[in-house]
């Protein structure tokens, strides 16, 4: 079983600031089945980037993902309010079919 | 636009059944590039995904709780099903359904519903 590993646990910045969150996995696997989500307190996770790489429809510009192999990252540029959260990385490892999430990074405001 | 919404009872007594169903609208459950999949959040914890469903029927666990999770379908009435047997305190969670796409990734969710287990 893949396990993904997210870092920092915490992420304390500013509006307009750029935000790295990482999220290394315990096994090298297929870019095409890495996702990011974002979830604000009280609500359910929203999906922001699939295939490491590829931005969910209206996700704006601002937020890239990237990475290949074990080591994965979504970089926020340009922090808006509404950008604070929690991110999760999630894989999809298809021997056997599952799903794995990462523990989470808390982006929070400084 | 799809909508999922979970529905089911919030309080569980501890070894009964935690049931739970997603109605789907305003899109098909047969649709064939879609998978229907159940995620849970303890409190104050990260995701965990507990299962995934095909329409014809195929059935994809968790291994870490296989033996007690079962989801089902029923397409007349666009609806996906989650049971869990043997409930104890640590099935306490908001119980989430999805729309597994076909990049693998979960592009939309219910709004989640809580379910205590407790006497």
């Known amino acids: 079983e893949i396990v993904l590993t997210q870092s920092p646990g915490t992420l304390s910045l500013s509006p307009g600031d750029r935000a790295t969150l990482s999220c290394r996995a315990s096994q090298s696997l297929s870019t095409a089945y890495l996702a990011w989500y974002h979830q604000r307190r009280g609500q359910a996770p929203s999906l922001l980037i699939f295939?490491?790489?590829r931005r969910a429809t209206g996700i704006p510009e601002r937020f890239t993902g990237s990475g290949s192999g074990t080591d994965f990252s979504l970089t926020i540029n340009g922090l808006e309010p509404e950008d604070f959260g929690v991110y999760y990385c999630q894989l999809y490892d298809g021997s056997p079919f599952m799903h794995t999430f990462g523990q989470g990074t808390k982006l929070e405001i400084k | 636009q799809l909508h999922l919404q979970e529905s089911g009872p919030g309080l569980v007594r501890p070894s009964e059944t935690l049931s739970l169903t997603c109605t789907v609208s305003?899109?098909?459950?047969?649709?064939?590039?879609?998978?229907w999949d159940w995620i849970r959040q303890s409190p104050g914890k990260g995701l965990e995904w507990l299962g995934a469903l095909y329409f014809s029927g195929s059935t994809f666990y968790n291994p870490s709780l296989k033996s007690r999770v079962t989801i089902s379908l029923d397409t007349s009435k666009n609806q996906f099903y989650l049971k869990l047997t043997s409930a104890t305190a640590a099935d306490t969670a908001v119980y989430y359904c999805?729309?597994?796409?076909?990049?693998?990734?979960?592009?939309?969710w219910g709004q989640g519903t809580t379910v205590t287990v407790s006497s």
């Open positions: 305003n899109g098909s459950i047969s649709d064939s590039r879609y998978y």
């Open positions: 295939g490491a790489s």
């Open positions: 999805a729309r597994q796409e076909y990049h693998y990734a979960m592009d939309v």
